[in-house]
C-alpha cells in the first residue's frame, strides 16, 4: 500500500534520513522502532508532507505522494496522529472530531463514524463538551487518535502514542490499535516502547541516525538479540 | 455638567467605541490566527475611507452601492497585502514578518500621499447620516446612532462566523496549531487569506463610518486609530474577539469622557490610551478576556 523508496531528508545542513527504504502492505501494522532522534518522526512528517524530503520516493497504491500537500494527502485517505497528540486544548471533544472529519462532506457518514468512536473510547462520549485541554493525558491521547479516526483513513500512522501515558493506559492503546486494525485500516506505528510495538505488528523496521538497519516479523525482531539488548534494556 | 450634556457625551462614546471595536477585532483575528500585530491594519481602514470617497464622487456611485464597493475593495486589499508581505515569510522569524508589517504600513501611506495627495479632502455631505436627531434637549448626529447599530450587527454575525460555522472551526484550528490544523486537512493559506479578508471588511466599515462622522480623509488618518485600537485589543487581551470589544469600547468611552469632565486634559486626549494600556499590563499582563492557554502534556 505504501511504499518508501530511498528517502532522504535534510533540515540545514543535519542529514536526518539517509536513504530509508520500507514497505507498508495493506491491512497490517508496522512499527518503526528506534532511539530519539534516530529519524522516526522525520519519517511519518515526510510521509504526511509537513517534511520536505530532499530526495526519494513516497508512494500510495502506486502513486506518488511526494510534494503534495497535506491536506491532499490526508484526503487520499492517509492520517496522522502526531507526536505530543497535539490535539486543539481550546475546542471541546466534539470540535476536535469534527476538525477530524474535516475534509469530508458526508454528514451521515460523519455522525456514524462518530458514534464508532464513541463505542471505541466511551470515556469521550462523556467528555463530549468539554474542553480538551483540560482532560488527562491519556483521554487526550484517545482523543488524537478518535480524531485521525473520523477521516476513515486507509492508512493511520501514530507517532509515540504511548509517550508519557500510565501502563495501564498504555495497554488499552495498544489493545485499540489491534481493534481498529482488525477493522481494516493498516498502521504504521511508531514507537519508542519497542516491545510493546513489535508484540503488536506484523513486520518491524529499526531506525538508527537515519538509515534502517534491521527489519523483520515483529516476532522475529523482539527475539533479536540486537534488538533485545539495544532498545528493549535485555542485557546478555 | 448637565443630564443632557451627559447623554450627548454618552452618544459619542458609544460611537467612538463602537469604530476602535471594528478596528481592534481586525487586530486581534490576525494575532490569533498568525501572531501577528499586522501595522499596516490602520492603514487599510483609511485605504477603506478613500475607497468610498473616490467610488462617491470621481465615479459617481450612490453612496450604498459606493460603500458596499469600497468595503469588498478594502477586503481584497488586506488579502493581497497577506499574500505580499506576510506569506513569503511565514516561516521566518517573527522579527522579519514584523518589520515587513511595518514596512507595509510605511509603504501604504506614502504611496497614499502621492496618489490621493497629502492635503486632507472632505466626503460630500450623504443626508441620511448628517441628520441631527433631538432628544429632548439632547442632539445627536444620526450617524452616531448608525455606528453602534451597525458594530453590533457585524459583531453577531462575525460570532456566528466563528463560532457556528466550518469556515470558523478551521479559523481556530489554524489559530491554535498551525500544524495541527494541516493534518487535519485544512487550506490553512486559504483560512488565513479569509481571516485577512474579515479583519479588512471590518477597517473597510470603520473607516467609511469614521468618515461619515468626521468627514476629513487624508492619507495618515489611519495612524492615530490605529494605534489606538492595537492598544485596545491589547487591553482586551490580544487574540481573544470579545476582549477587542470590550477593550475597543472601553477606550473610546475613558477618550470622551475625560474630554467631557476634564476639558482642560483635552490635549492629552491621545495619551490617555497608552496610560490606560500601562496600568492594565501591570495589573494583568494578558489583558483583561486574555488568558492563559490551559496545555496539558
Same mark, same amino acid.
Given at each position: 500500500?505504501?511504499?518508501i ?10 542529514? #536526518? ?40 520516493? /513516497? ?8 510534494g ?35 475534509a469530508?462532506?458526508?454528514? #451521515?457518514g ?21 474542553? #480538551? ?14 480524531r ?20 495501564l ?6 489493545? /485499540?490499535?489491534?481493534t ?16 510493546a510495538?513489535?508484540?503488536?505488528a ?17 516476532k ?6 540486537r ?10 | 455638567?448637565? +443630564? ?28 490569533g ?5 499586522n ?27 459606493a ?20 506569506r ?6 517573527? +522579527? ?14 506614502? *504611496?497614499?500621499? *502621492?496618489?490621493?495627495?497629502g ?6 455631505? +450623504? ?33 456566528? +462566523? ?7 472551526l ?46 476629513q ?27 477587542a470589544v ?26 490617555f490610551?497608552?496610560? =490606560? ?11 483583561? =478576556? ?8
Amino acid at each position: 500500500m505504501l511504499r518508501i523508496d530511498d528517502l532522504s531528508v535534510h533540515y540545514g545542513g543535519i542529514h #536526518a534520513l539517509q536513504g530509508v527504504s520500507f514497505e507498508v502492505p495493506e491491512g497490517k501494522i508496522v512499527t518503526l522502532i528506534g532511539a530519539n532522534g534516530a529519524g522516526k518522526s522525520t519519517t511519518l512528517k515526510s510521509i504526511i508532507g509537513l517534511v520536505k524530503p530532499s530526495g526519494g520516493t /513516497i508512494q500510495l497504491g502506486g502513486q506518488s505522494m511526494r510534494g503534495l500537500d497535506t491536506k491532499d494527502i490526508v484526503r487520499r485517505g492517509v492520517v496522522l496522529a502526531p507526536e505530543g497528540r497535539r490535539i486543539f486544548p481550546n475546542l471541546t471533544t466534539e470540535e476536535n472530531l469534527a476538525l477530524g472529519a474535516f475534509a469530508r462532506n458526508d454528514k #451521515a457518514g460523519i455522525e456514524q463514524d462518530k458514534l464508532k468512536v464513541f463505542k471505541l473510547f466511551p470515556r469521550l462520549e462523556e467528555r463530549r463538551k468539554q474542553k #480538551a485541554g483540560t482532560m488527562s493525558g491519556g483521554e487526550q491521547q484517545m482523543l488524537a487518535v478518535a480524531r485521525a479516526l473520523m477521516s476513515r483513513p486507509k492508512l493511520l500512522m501514530m507517532d509515540e502514542p504511548s509517550l508519557g501515558l500510565a501502563p495501564l493506559i498504555v495497554k488499552m492503546i495498544f489493545e /485499540i490499535i489491534k481493534t481498529i486494525n482488525a477493522e481494516g485500516t493498516t498502521i504504521l506505528l511508531v514507537e519508542q516502547n519497542a516491545k510493546a510495538a513489535l508484540e503488536i505488528a506484523d513486520f518491524g523496521y529499526v531506525l538508527e541516525t537515519g538509515r534502517i538497519t534491521l527489519s523483520g516479523p515483529g516476532k522475529e525482531l523482539l527475539a533479536d538479540d540486537r534488538v533485545r539488548s539495544a532498545y528493549l534494556g535485555e542485557g546478555q | 455638567m448637565d +443630564i443632557a450634556t451627559f447623554f450627548q457625551q454618552m452618544a459619542n462614546a458609544m460611537s467612538l467605541g463602537s469604530l476602535y471595536a471594528l478596528i481592534a477585532i481586525g487586530y486581534t483575528m490576525v494575532y490569533g490566527i498568525l501572531r501577528l500585530i499586522n501595522f499596516a491594519h490602520g492603514d487599510v481602514f483609511m485605504l477603506g475611507a478613500y475607497f468610498a470617497f473616490y467610488a462617491v464622487t470621481a465615479l459617481a456611485m450612490p453612496w450604498g452601492i459606493a460603500f458596499i464597493v469600497a468595503i469588498g475593495l478594502t477586503g481584497l486589499f488586506g488579502m493581497g497585502l497577506e499574500r505580499a508581505a506576510y506569506r513569503p515569510l511565514r516561516d521566518s522569524p517573527k +522579527i522579519s514578518i514584523m518589520i515587513s508589517a511595518i514596512g507595509a504600513s510605511f509603504l501604504i501611506e506614502n *504611496v497614499g500621499v *502621492v496618489l490621493f495627495g497629502g492635503r486632507p479632502k472632505s466626503f460630500p455631505s +450623504i443626508p441620511l447620516f448628517d441628520t441631527v436627531i433631538h432628544f429632548g434637549s439632547v442632539s445627536v448626529l444620526s450617524v452616531s446612532l448608525f455606528i453602534p447599530v451597525v458594530t453590533l450587527i457585524i459583531l453577531a454575525a462575525l460570532l456566528w +462566523i466563528v463560532n457556528g460555522t466550518r469556515t470558523g472551526l478551521a479559523m481556530r484550528a489554524v489559530s491554535t496549531d498551525l500544524d495541527a490544523a494541516r493534518l487535519m486537512a485544512i487550506d490553512v493559506n486559504k483560512t488565513i487569506s479569509l481571516t485577512f479578508g474579515i479583519s479588512s471588511v471590518l477597517a473597510g466599515i470603520g473607516g467609511i463610518m469614521r468618515t461619515m462622522k468626521y468627514p476629513q480623509l487624508n492619507p495618515l488618518m489611519g495612524f492615530m486609530p490605529g494605534l489606538k485600537c492595537f492598544i485596545a485589543a491589547v487591553i482586551g487581551g490580544i487574540g481573544n474577539i470579545q476582549g477587542a470589544v470590550l477593550g475597543g469600547f472601553l477606550l473610546g468611552f475613558i477618550e470622551i469622557m475625560i474630554v467631557a469632565f476634564l476639558p482642560e486634559l483635552t490635549g492629552y486626549r491621545d495619551a490617555f490610551a497608552f496610560v =490606560l494600556l500601562i496600568a492594565v499590563l501591570l495589573a494583568k499582563p494578558s489583558g483583561l =478576556l486574555g488568558k492563559n492557554q490551559t496545555v496539558k502534556v
